[in-house]
C-alpha cells in the first residue's frame, strides 16, 4: 500500500503522573498539542471506568483544543457508549478492559461475542464515529471485525514486543508472522489495519514495514522516553524510524 504511515501519540500516562499528586500538572491536553506540533497524526486518549489516568474534563478539552484527529479508547460499557455520543470523536477504538490489570491486556473477542459487539457498535457508526475494535493477531478476530461492520482493526503488538525485549528471537519471530498475517486478512476484507501495545525504538521499525499497516498508536514508551529527553523530541525519533522503515519496503 502507498501512503504515509500515521502515527497516534496515547497521552494517558501523562495523567498518570499528574493523578500521583493530584494536581493540575503535568497536563495531558498540552502534551497533545506538543504531540501535534512534533508530528504526531492523531491522539490516543483512553476513558478508563475507574479513571486512574484520563478524566471527563480531560476528554473535554482535547475535544475543544486538538486540531488533528481525537482517538477515544473505551471499554464496551454503556456509560462509555454514551460519553463517546456526546463528544462524538473522529475514532473510537473499543478495548478489553479489567479493573485489575495494568494495562490493556490482549484484544477483544469479537468472534465469540459477536452479536453484542455488533450492536454496540451501531450507534457509534450512526454518530459518524469510525470504529475500530483492538484485536489479537488471530484470523477468527479479522473475520468478526468485518462481519459486524468495523471500520478498522488495532492489532495487539504486546506479545511481539514483549518476545523481543525479553530475546526470545523464535517466539518474535512468530507473533510477527501472526501480525503481517493479520493485517493482510484485514487488508483483504476491506478494514483499514492500525497497531500498538508495547512498541519501542527497538520494535517499530518490523511493525512499519508491514505494507498494509496505516497507523500505529504508541504512548507508555513516548511518555517515558520523554523523561529522557523531552516529548517533542521522543516523538520525531519515532517518525523518523516509521517513515525511514517504510521507505526500505
Do not use: W
Request: aromatic share 2%; with cysteine; proline share 4%.
Amino acid at each position: 500500500m502507498e501512503g504515509r504511515l500515521r502515527l497516534g501519540v496515547n497521552i494517558d500516562h501523562v495523567a498518570t503522573v499528574r493523578n500521583a499528586r493530584g494536581t493540575a500538572f503535568p497536563d495531558p491536553v498540552r502534551a497533545a498539542l506538543i504531540a501535534e506540533a512534533a508530528g504526531a497524526d492523531g491522539i490516543t486518549a483512553h476513558l478508563r471506568e475507574d479513571r486512574r489516568h484520563i478524566g471527563d474534563r480531560d476528554i473535554e478539552r482535547l475535544m475543544e483544543a486538538l486540531t488533528k484527529p481525537l482517538n477515544f479508547e473505551m471499554a464496551m460499557t454503556e456509560e462509555m457508549q454514551a460519553i463517546a455520543l456526546r463528544h462524538r470523536p473522529h475514532a473510537v477504538c473499543i478495548v478489553p478492559e479489567r479493573r485489575e490489570e495494568r494495562t490493556t491486556e490482549g484484544g477483544l473477542n469479537v468472534a465469540q461475542d459477536e452479536n453484542r459487539v455488533a450492536d454496540f457498535i451501531a450507534p457509534l457508526r450512526e454518530a459518524g464515529c469510525r470504529v475500530s475494535l483492538f484485536i489479537g493477531a488471530d484470523p477468527a478476530q479479522v473475520d468478526s471485525a468485518a462481519r459486524i461492520g468495523a471500520a478498522v482493526v488495532e492489532i495487539h503488538t504486546g506479545a511481539f514486543c514483549d518476545a523481543h525485549h525479553e530475546n526470545h528471537p523464535e517466539a518474535r519471530d512468530t507473533e510477527l508472522a501472526r501480525i503481517r498475517d493479520a493485517a493482510t486478512l484485514a487488508h483483504s476484507l476491506g478494514l483499514e489495519v492500525h497497531a500498538g501495545h508495547g512498541i519501542t525504538y527497538e520494535t517499530v521499525a518490523p511493525i512499519a514495514a508491514i505494507p498494509e499497516m496505516q497507523e500505529l498508536n504508541i504512548g507508555h514508551f513516548l511518555i517515558g522516553e520523554a523523561i529522557m529527553q523531552g516529548l517533542a523530541p521522543a516523538i520525531s525519533e519515532m517518525r523518523r524510524r516509521m517513515d525511514a522503515a517504510r521507505e526500505a519496503v
